[in-house]
């Protein structure tokens, strides 16, 4: 062996002190700076510690150990080193364990030189806590986990340490954790060569586990801050060798620590640190609930460094925890990475961005967890101050009041949280969009949003109140448009809304197209529509399917969100932290939970919940900990759904608390202690039975005696308690009990929920009394649903009311007969379901003791006749009633009847000024006021479908109002008369004109705002066209629309729409890119309002200005890929659309035009001759279409062909036309008639009156503000100038042209004339 001499510099002993720790944010200095002067220079080794066997030196950076001990031989000494050294060669470099580096001597004794390890002993560290330092939890598990891990790398090198000791742990700070270095290898024992691969299990499995046992006093020590006795070599069992590895042998220290009491180790430490040192020191415990590597300690103990202020740091028991009770709850949320990323994606393209409304569904298995995934963005929506709004519809319950329901309590919910000032912006919102009087539809079915705009005032809500208590039925299509006025109103970037309906599969077609009606809106911005539906219950046959389908045609991109079971980890964390254990010791249950539940969220809390139940999973007080048996949940055998193994599990509980449960299965997902009290009756239901269902975590307590179910297959697990077989005379039970002990002021409240469970169970009565009974609770039910706007479900109520009915309920009840089939056939009829209609209206037509009791079933009868498009049939029905009200029509009208009723009606007039027309008495005759009800139905379907009758169904409308006085519909009797006055070929513009202004003081007299769309769609697009300025009538049409969507009337709002864009476009040339955008909006209007007539029209205008902007973009493509302009014509002229006929050649004839090419014009003019107008009504792009007929004729009569003659004749009879129509209104049309007639010249080569008009022309529209004529006469001047070789002047009116094109917006036609300004700039001499 080398002397002393040879060894080179020895260094100080590991345990030196060195500087703080530097943890992250601690000032705890447990490593001073070493003491004595800094700049010394050390010459010799130093002592640093020397016990009875060792004694250790330190020479810089270099520590050698030498033995004290004299009984040994050198030789065995020798060995005992040799065995350090290799177990420091065998451990891999990342190991942090003392670095032998040599074998040699000092001091004449056999010693090992190392590398020097800074920081100081566990020991040290321990008895500077003991001093008084403060050290945190935190500083506390980062020593821990340093120790842990460096055990784990020993342990993964092949090695155990087998005498882990304060005093041979070195701590020292690095990047802001600690680092632990294990020092003293003379114990440790290799178990695992590398190069061995038949490595003895169990004795590797016993070398681990007392290395984990004494982890566990370590860390005890470490946490209690105490420390144990001992020196380097002092606490470590014997060595022996044998080949390569070492022998063991028993420690008496550990045993005697074994023997101390667990309770006493584990006593104030959080419950997560007491599971995990309880678990490494309990050797009596079951494998599979003790550790089995370091490394799941160290895993374990960083979990709690990420969780050290949530709920892994408890350290008190509450009461649950005491009574060995689980508490798990429903809203836990584990796992979900991909899907919450996506859906908060969501979350900030559509809240935060907000420039389109976006819609998400959420489908999976019931109790995945679905609703528990959308709860997760309540947080950040909260964060911008956002409004969630959330609903659930329910297998038994009413699905159209759903959405209702949940604006009620968002809106109840601003009212208890006195959230009135903050959100004032929202209120005008809604004010502006709904209005705040009793007009409003919607305060009806949301109550709390009538008292929070009333705010509070009990005489504002009064007034309300009082101003709607004419029941009258509003359409469904005002409801949903109001619905989706109200979201918008809510919605803002200010105050972003996300919207959640639950059980989708569930919901009704309303409220279904209520959503596609939101998601078409396209005044509706930071909303995210969110719903969940069970994926096992929706097909392809699907009501929620087809919408779904219908909303993606639309060009809504649904992101689908699919939900699964949660990872076998996920049930792992959910265990970890219900039980505040650490996840190592949790697996091998969660494993089995996972295995027995298949990972479906409320399977597993529902068996975890029958565990703690059964015993199987217990607190024990003296390990501090959960237990678990393990191989008895194995053998456990459970249903193969959540709903029959929690029913099972109820069977098992008292008959008492299974009755108490059927009930309250029965009561609906909520329920209030009242119903049960009531529902019960002599059973002695007691509170206790409450809280009990709380307890087992089958209800949820809201309030004092309000009760909701956890989760709705909770509530199906309950009843299916009832036997499939008495589950009819139950409910009969349940919905009787409730009638019996319900007054009648408390019957306003509980009649659906009387109703529903008697309707399950009327099958079972047969007593003739009793029928009619229920039968007179479903009509009190349907009409209350009727006046509440939920049709569908007032629809169900009636049907079964009739039902019930016996053939002799005409004779012995009739008035309850005869209002089920009135209040059946107008729900049949809002709801859409003519089928049922046709069939139920026999009965009544036949049996009704008066013809009066049959007029509101007959008036639904004709409305879904029309709304069916079946109008000639229609019409033959009015004719039908109105002969039976005394009102007998032709159905063949002869020249003779037409001037007949023409001459009475003007024999009538005759005299009479605006003011006597606007005095004549009130309509008061109930069988004349249904006849003009009648009349207004036949006016539409005669308008469609036979042209000829409509006149005459006006003139009576007219003569019917003079003779019997004025009612709401005599308003539009006037406006249509006036609309036939100024119509070929009466022509009569003047009398149109002040009928027309009669029509619309006589709705403001008569308060009838229900006609303003009716009316203005009729003044302003068919009367004041020929008299007024053409954009003093836009914002009528506007007005009309709003007016139109709250009171339902789509079909007019939506037509008031369309001539506003007809007017602006054609006629008053508004910017086409603005226009552009205005159409395509009022077309997914019109779209989602099922106003096809009217959305194609949109379709086809928004076409146009595509085309005359120069965007080669297809209009139709957005609803249906398949259809393009000249596929939808075909199938018009297939089906004799004229209408539409007409309006897709105006487009075609005026685009083609504008671009210049006059051939294809003049091939649709000749095309459009096919479909005449007739004597019906025009609108303002019919009159611009001949205006550009008489162009186009002029253009072609230059061209001197054979057709020059009938060319010439089509500009003259467009003179002759427009000259009639200046008369009436110079500013319209003075610019038209101008440039026609200049036109004119310019054939007949008459230069000077062809200059003076295409000056004039131009003059009047640009003073009449027609941007796009004024830059058409340029264009046609610039070509008269062109053609008299005027090459200077000719420039200079195209450049004026291409400056009023491009202020236009029309970049087609901008590029045009560029091209004729190209080619005409060098003909020019620049003087111009």
Request: proline fraction near 3%.
């Amino acid at each position: 062996m080398d002397s002393i001499s040879s060894l080179g510099s020895l260094g100080l002993g590991e345990a030196s002190p060195v500087g703080s720790s530097g943890l992250g944010g601690d000032s705890i200095d447990l490593y001073p700076p070493v003491g004595g002067n800094s700049d010394h220079v050390q010459t010799s080794p130093q002592l640093v510690h020397q016990s009875n066997r060792t004694a250790i030196y330190r020479f810089h950076d270099t520590g050698i150990k030498v033995s004290l001990d004299r009984s040994p031989s050198d030789e065995q000494l020798i060995r005992q080193l040799l065995h350090e050294q290799n177990v420091s060669n065998f451990l891999p470099e990342s190991c942090r364990k003392r670095q032998v580096t040599d074998v040699t001597s000092f001091d004449r004794r056999p010693a090992l030189s190392f590398k020097w390890v800074n920081g100081i002993t566990l020991k040290e560290w321990l008895q500077k806590v003991q001093l008084g330092i403060q050290v945190d939890l935190n500083v506390r598990l980062r020593a821990a986990m340093a120790v842990a891990k460096t055990l784990s790398n020993f342990h993964e090198g092949g090695a155990s340490y087998n005498c882990l000791t304060p005093e041979n742990i070195v701590l020292a700070p690095f990047e802001g954790e600690y680092v632990a270095t294990l020092i003293d290898l003379s114990s440790a024992l290799v178990f695992r060569d590398g190069k061995k691969i038949d490595v003895d299990a169990d004795f590797e499995e016993e070398l681990k586990g007392v290395d984990l046992r004494s982890l566990g006093l370590i860390l005890n020590q470490i946490f209690r801050g105490e420390e144990s006795t001992g020196g380097e070599e002092g606490a470590g069992p014997g060595s022996g060798s044998k080949d390569g590895h070492v022998e063991t042998k028993e420690d008496p220290d550990l045993n005697r620590r074994k023997r101390g009491k667990q309770q006493a180790v584990t006593d104030g430490l959080p419950l997560y640190l007491g599971s995990l040192i309880s678990a490494l020191l309990d050797t009596s415990a079951s494998p599979q609930v003790c550790y089995e590597s370091a490394k799941d300690v160290f895993l374990d103990l960083k979990i709690m460094t990420e969780n050290a202020n949530g709920c892994l740091s408890k350290c008190e028991l509450d009461d649950s925890t005491i009574k060995s009770r689980l508490r798990l709850q429903g809203g836990m949320f584990y796992g979900r990475q991909v899907q919450m990323s996506m859906l908060l994606h969501l979350f900030q393209s559509s809240v935060v961005l907000g420039n389109q409304p976006m819609m998400a569904t959420i489908s999976g298995y019931p109790g995945t967890g679905k609703s528990t995934l959308v709860n997760q963005i309540k947080k950040p929506l909260t964060d911008l101050n956002g409004c969630f709004v959330e609903g659930k519809f329910s297998k038994n319950a009413r699905p159209d009041a759903i959405l209702a329901s949940a604006l009620n309590s968002f809106f109840g919910n601003i009212l208890e949280t006195n959230g009135r000032n903050s959100l004032m912006p929202m209120k005008w919102r809604i004010n502006d969009a709904i209005g705040s009087g009793g007009n409003s539809v919607l305060f009806g079915v949301v109550p709390n949003l009538q008292k929070w705009m009333a705010d509070g005032n009990s005489a504002n809500e009064n007034h309300a109140q009082s101003s709607s208590g004419v029941k009258r039925i509003v359409s469904d299509h005002r409801l949903k448009f109001m619905f989706c006025k109200l979201i918008g109103a809510i919605a803002s970037h200010a105050h972003p809304l996300v919207l959640f309906l639950d059980d989708l599969q569930w919901a009704d077609e309303m409220t279904l197209d209520i959503i596609r009606m939101m998601m078409t809106d396209p005044d509706i911005q930071h909303f995210l529509f969110l719903g969940c539906y069970r994926d096992n219950e929706v097909n392809i046959s699907h009501p929620l399917t087809a919408k779904l389908k219908a909303i993606r045609e639309q060009g809504i991109s649904i992101v689908t969100i699919k939900i699964g079971p949660i990872e076998k980890e996920c049930v792992n964390t959910l265990l970890s932290e219900a039980m505040c254990m650490p996840p190592s010791l949790c697996r091998p249950l969660s494993n089995a939970v996972h295995s027995k539940t298949g990972g479906i969220i409320l399977f597993v809390l529902r068996f975890l919940a029958s565990l703690n139940d059964d015993k199987d999973l217990w607190f024990s007080m003296s390990a501090r900990r959960w237990m678990f048996n393990l191989e008895e949940i194995r053998r456990k055998e459970i249903h193969g759904d959540v709903v029959s193994h929690m029913t099972e599990r109820m069977k098992s509980l008292s008959k008492k608390m299974q009755m108490g449960l059927k009930f309250a299965a029965c009561a609906g997902p909520t329920f209030s202690t009242m119903v049960l009290d009531k529902i019960q009756k002599d059973l002695d239901f007691e509170d206790s039975i409450l809280n009990s269902c709380v307890q087992f975590g089958f209800l949820q307590n809201e309030s004092s005696n309000q009760y909701v179910w956890a989760h709705d297959q909770i509530q199906q697990a309950a009843y299916d308690l009832i036997p499939l077989a008495k589950r009819e005379s139950f409910h009969l039970l349940v919905g009787t009990r409730l009638f019996m002990s319900t007054s009648p002021s408390e019957l306003e409240n509980m009649l659906f929920f009387i109703v529903d469970n008697m309707n399950r169970g009327s099958k079972l009565i047969d007593d003739q009394d009793q029928l009619y009974e229920v039968s007179q609770l479903n009509l009190e039910a349907g009409e209350k649903a009727l006046s509440s706007s939920a049709f569908h479900s007032a629809a169900k109520y009636l049907m079964t009311g009739l039902s019930l009915l016996r053939p002799e309920s005409w004779e012995l009840k009739y008035n309850l007969t005869i209002r089920l089939y009135d209040a059946a056939s107008e729900a049949l009829f809002v709801t859409g379901d003519f089928s049922r209609l046709a069939v139920l209206i026999e009965e009544p037509l036949m049996n009704a003791r008066s013809f009066e009791d049959k007029l509101n079933i007959m008036n639904n009868l004709v409305r879904a006749l029309a709304a069916s498009s079946k109008f000639e049939e229609g019409i033959t029905k009015c004719f039908s009633i109105l002969g039976q009200l005394g009102e007998v029509i032709p159905n063949e009208i002869t020249p003779d009847i037409y001037a007949k009723e023409v001459s009475h009606v003007k024999q009538l007039l005759k005299g009479k000024s605006q003011q006597d027309l606007l005095s004549l008495p009130m309509m008061s005759e109930t069988r004349k006021l249904a006849a003009m009800q009648f009349m207004n139905h036949a006016l539409t379907m005669t308008f469609i479908a036979k042209p000829l009758l409509n006149p005459i169904i006006v003139l009576r409308m007219v003569k019917m109002s003079i003779e019997h006085g004025m009612c709401n519909i005599s308003a539009f009797g006037f406006a249509c008369y006036g609309a036939w006055l100024v119509s070929e070929p009466t022509c009569d513009i003047e009398g149109g004109h002040r009928m027309g202004r009669v029509a619309t003081e006589m709705m403001k007299q008569l308060g009838a705002a229900e006609m303003t769309p009716r009316l203005y769609a009729t003044v302003y697009g068919f009367i004041n066209i020929w008299k007024e300025p053409w954009q003093a009538g836009l914002g009528k049409h506007l007005e009309a629309y709003e007016s139109g969507a709250a009171t339902g009337d789509m079909e007019y709002a939506t037509t008031n729409l369309y001539q506003y864009s007809n007017t602006a476009l054609y006629g008053c040339g508004e910017n086409l890119e603005t226009m552009a955008q205005n159409i395509q909006s009022y077309a997914r209007r019109a779209f989602q309002c099922n106003q096809r007539s009217n959305w194609m029209t949109f379709v086809i205008l928004h076409q146009l200005t595509l085309d005359l902007m120069g965007i080669e973009e297809n209009a139709f493509a957005p609803y249906s890929n398949a259809t393009t302009e000249d596929s939808y014509f075909a199938r018009c002229v297939e089906d004799n659309a004229l209408s539409l006929c007409r309006l897709i050649c105006c487009k075609k004839k005026y685009g083609a035009f504008f671009q210049g090419d006059l051939d294809a014009a003049a091939k649709v003019y000749e095309q459009s001759q096919d479909f005449p107008i007739g004597s019906t009504g025009r609108l303002v792009n019919i009159l611009v279409s001949t205006f550009i007929d008489g162009l186009i004729g002029f253009f072609f009569a230059r061209k001197h062909r054979d057709d020059e003659a009938k060319w010439t004749n089509v500009g003259q009879d467009a003179i002759e036309s427009l000259r009639k129509w200046v008369r009436s209104s110079e500013w319209n049309f003075s610019n038209k008639l101008y440039l026609l007639e200049a036109e004119f010249y310019f054939l007949n080569e008459d230069d000077e009156r062809a200059m003076a008009c295409y000056n004039a022309s131009i003059k009047s529209a640009r003073e009449h503000r027609f941007v796009h004529e004024e830059g058409l006469a340029e264009e046609k001047l610039a070509t008269y100038l062109l053609h008299k070789s005027q090459h200077d002047d000719s420039l200079r009116h195209f450049i004026n042209a291409k400056r009023c094109y491009d202020s236009w917006g029309a970049c087609t036609l901008v590029r045009r004339v560029e091209k004729a300004i190209a080619i005409l700039l060098p003909l020019c001499s620049g003087r111009g």
